[in-house]
């Protein structure tokens, strides 16, 4: 049974039983200190010490859905392909989600996440109305 600093006990229940973390032999050494990094950064929700970009964040994660609605909705290029590409299903996919998160956390946001998912409802709303017009 392995506990990290929080408390928390590793359970691998494909044995039935509580073990350490063992290293595979398969897996090269670098492969194993990159896992290592990654699994340190994900406890600090960063990429790099100082750095913002990879912070967990509620207002980001809703941005993020966001700009999947306004990919599918063709407003905003592929950052691969550098095209515009309609995919007006996943677009009402997408905004159907943003408001299933919003009904699920009605009285659990605070003003400001409140405030961000509502602009963002209707910006997207009144943007696919436009798009389907079309």
């Known amino acids: 049974m392995s506990e990290d600093e929080n408390g928390f006990k ?4 494909r044995k039935g039983e509580s073990s350490d973390v063992q290293e595979s ?3 090269p050494e670098n ?29 980001r994660y809703l ?3 966001a700009t999947q609605a306004l990919f599918a909705l063709g407003l905003v ?11 007006i299903p996943a677009a009402k996919y997408t905004i159907d989600l943003l408001e299933l998160i919003q009904q ?17 409802l209707y910006d997207l709303r009144m ?4 798009s389907i017009k079309k």
């Open 31 to 59: 492969s194993r200190e990159a896992a290592g990094k990654d699994a340190e950064e994900q406890k600090t929700g960063k990429d790099s010490p100082g750095s913002e970009f990879y912070e967990v964040s509620f207002d």
């Open 127 to 130: 943007k696919y109305v436009q």
């Open 10 to 13: 590793i359970v691998d229940k």
């Open 77 to 87: 290029p592929n950052p691969i392909t550098k095209k515009t590409e309609k995919d």
């Open 25 to 27: 032999p398969d897996i």
């Open 104 to 120: 699920k956390t009605k009285g659990n946001l605070d003003e400001n996440e409140e405030k961000i998912l509502e602009d963002i």
């Open 63 to 65: 941005l993020q859905l």
